[in-house]
C-alpha cells in the first residue's frame, strides 16, 4: 500500500522542508529538490512509521476487545442458583 499525501498536505510538508533547511543547515533548499526529500522520506521511512501506527491500533483494539468481553460477559444458567439462595 502506499503511502499519500494530500495535495494541502504535500505543499505543507515541502515549505516546512524547506525552513527547516533555511533556520537549521544555513543554506536554502529548492522547493523540486524539498519535493523529492520528501519523496525520499515518505517511500523510505513512511512504511516504519504506518506499521508502528497499525500495530498500536491493533494492540490498542485487542485490548478494548479484552476489556469488552469482561465487561459483558453474562453468568449462564443462574436461574436455580437465585432459587436455591432464597430457599437458604
Do not use: C, H
Amino acid at each position: 500500500m502506499s503511502i499519500e499525501l494530500s495535495k494541502e498536505d504535500r505543499a505543507q510538508a515541502i515549505a516546512s522542508i524547506e525552513r527547516y533547511f533555511l533556520e537549521n543547515m544555513e543554506e536554502k533548499i529548492g522547493n523540486v529538490a524539498a519535493g523529492g526529500l520528501l519523496g525520499f522520506f515518505i517511500d523510505e521511512i513512511g512504511p516504519s512509521i504506518y506499521n508502528k501506527a497499525v500495530a498500536d491500533v491493533q494492540e490498542r483494539l485487542q485490548q478494548r476487545i479484552a476489556d469488552l468481553d469482561f465487561e459483558v460477559n453474562e453468568d449462564e444458567f443462574t436461574y436455580w442458583r437465585k432459587y436455591d439462595k432464597a430457599r437458604k
